[in-house]
């Protein structure tokens, strides 16, 4: 039994602030959000990329938390791309089962958004193939684009089906004040008008990046959301390695584990946090997760299935697209407003009746994948 | 393993020109990128393998915003090729009018990048339509 006591998380944004006082700024809400002190925590866990552009080459995560909050426990740190903070979660996780630890904070921190942005994207591209995919002129988006170009010719999606991907997010994130694009309108038109990145990927396709921190503690202490399940499957580097592009395997690996860890089906998830990475892979994590047939996830948006009064409400917070994507902060982000949304605190995006809940974070191109099924007690 | 034979070192000196992968003397699995270690069988004799370098388009698409290096290429469009031989690689597509995925390419030598100005240019292999 393993439970989520508190969140936290900063602003995702374009503060040009220090890394510590971020971490800190997520770990102080956390703490005050389930009521106990640093003291009552037992370890850590956390997750960050060592943005080589920051300014900061902090490398030892681990022992600067020890400084920051002068606390001299176990600190361990996990970097995995994209996927850091579910990682992350995942790893404590497995600490909490041996049994030595009460409370375990969980953080992933990155600061992205300080520098010029082409450093930023060099950066980001890292997480595509090195040596055989680099020097090809791929980078991350054009790699998402190949995958998407097959998604969609083969199962007629559109660019207009992306495009109602990329407005849902933007209409929550429009409602989440800790997302980037909070009060800031987006219509559809600039969306589709919006230019061309890595065919058929548009600026508007593409997450957004930030700064940022998010936090939580998960404890063996009863609270009222339980970690019901918890899976990380990884696959091949690059999609040119793989069978095929048009599922993502480590996506669908983690999700049946998590299910069957949890109990549950796919129909039985209320609220769901997604890698929309790029809009095109929210298309296609509908259908690696189960939430429709290989396929149809053009249908789900276009029904608006997924919208914030829909069936299936996902990215509530707008998503990596509308609420920023400070790599190692997202997944935790994630668990962030899933906690929010079944305490029924997240104001006017509010989806109401929420039992299961659902956080799919994504590392590279579908190269590793971390799936968490929460339930309200 | 040092290998003597002349043609083959120098076809590796000239490596952009090939696609070299492995092939293992075992099971006569084919892998790129090469590997020293089979991972169908686990044998650990593999010899090169220079691929024909014809193959289908899998999957394409058109890059407008470049990484460092490639400013002026943009746009070019890049593509994972299914090789005839199994394997896939990616690369980028030079010389056609309509890119259509299953579309028969052949490999070509082109430049890939250079160091700036008056660098370096880092030549290797782009693909072009084959009919
Ligand atoms: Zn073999």
Redesign the interface.
């Known amino acids: 039994m393993m439970f989520i006591r508190g969140v936290g998380m900063t602003k995702f944004g374009i503060q040009d602030v220090p890394s510590g006082q971020m971490i800190y700024e997520s770990a102080l809400e956390a703490l005050g959000d389930c009521g106990i002190s640093m003291n009552e925590i037992d370890a850590i866990v956390v997750s960050n990329n060592d943005i080589i552009s920051n300014g900061e080459r902090q490398r030892h995560s681990a022992s600067m938390l020890s400084s920051l909050f002068q606390k001299k426990i176990p600190i361990v740190a996990v970097t995995s791309g994209c996927s850091g903070g579910g990682t992350a979660l995942w790893t404590a996780i497995r600490l909490q089962k041996s049994g030595n630890y009460n409370n375990i904070l969980v953080i992933g921190f990155e600061k992205m958004v300080s520098n010029l942005s082409s450093k930023v994207t060099d950066e980001m591209l890292m997480g595509a193939e090195r040596l055989y995919e680099q020097s090809e002129g791929m980078n991350f988006p054009a790699a998402n684009a190949l995958v998407a170009q097959q998604y969609m010719s083969i199962y007629d999606a559109t660019s207009d089906d992306l495009a109602l991907v990329a407005y849902k997010n933007h209409q929550n994130g429009y409602l989440n004040p800790k997302a980037r694009f909070y009060k800031k309108k987006i219509s559809i038109d600039e969306i589709k008008k919006s230019p061309v990145v890595a065919s058929p990927l548009r600026l508007f396709d593409c997450s957004i990046p930030a700064n940022g921190a998010a936090a939580l503690i998960l404890s063996k202490e009863k609270s009222d959301i339980e970690v019901i399940g918890s899976a990380e499957e990884t696959d091949y580097l690059a999609p040119f390695e793989r069978e095929d592009m048009i599922s993502w395997d480590a996506s669908k690996k983690a999700a049946a584990e998590a299910y069957k860890q949890a109990g549950i089906y796919p129909d039985d998830i209320d609220v769901a946090e997604l890698h929309d990475a790029f809009t095109s892979v929210e298309l296609i994590s509908y259908e690696d997760l189960g939430f429709c047939k290989k396929g149809e996830a053009k249908e789900l948006i276009r029904k608006g299935i997924t919208n914030l009064n829909g069936k299936l409400p996902v990215n509530t917070s707008g998503g990596l697209k509308a609420k920023g994507h400070p790599i190692s902060a997202t997944g935790i982000s994630q668990i962030y407003e899933l906690v929010k949304q079944m305490r029924n605190e997240a104001g006017e995006r509010q989806v109401s009746n929420i039992k299961y809940a659902m956080a799919q974070n994504i590392g590279g191109a579908g190269s590793n994948v971390t799936v968490h099924i929460l339930k309200k007690c | 393993m040092y290998k003597s034979n002349i043609v083959m070192a120098w076809r590796k000196t000239n490596r952009g020109n090939y696609i070299i992968g492995s092939k293992c003397k075992e099971c006569h699995a084919l892998f790129f990128?090469s590997r020293t270690r089979c991972t169908k069988c686990e044998s650990n004799k593999l010899e090169d393998y220079i691929f024909n370098g014809n193959g289908k388009i899998?999957?394409?698409?058109?890059?407008?915003?470049?990484?460092?290096g490639?400013e002026k290429?943009v746009p070019?469009t890049?593509?994972?090729i299914k090789l005839d031989e199994g394997p896939?690689?990616?690369?980028?597509v030079v010389e056609f009018d309509d890119l259509k995925?299953g579309m028969k390419v052949q490999s070509c030598v082109r430049e890939?990048?250079s160091d700036g100005k008056s660098g370096i240019i880092?030549y290797?292999i782009k693909f072009r339509p084959s009919d």
């Open positions: 990128p899998f999957a394409h698409s058109t890059v407008f915003y470049p990484p460092a490639l290429q070019y890049v593509a994972i896939k690689m990616t690369a980028q995925v890939l990048y880092h290797g």
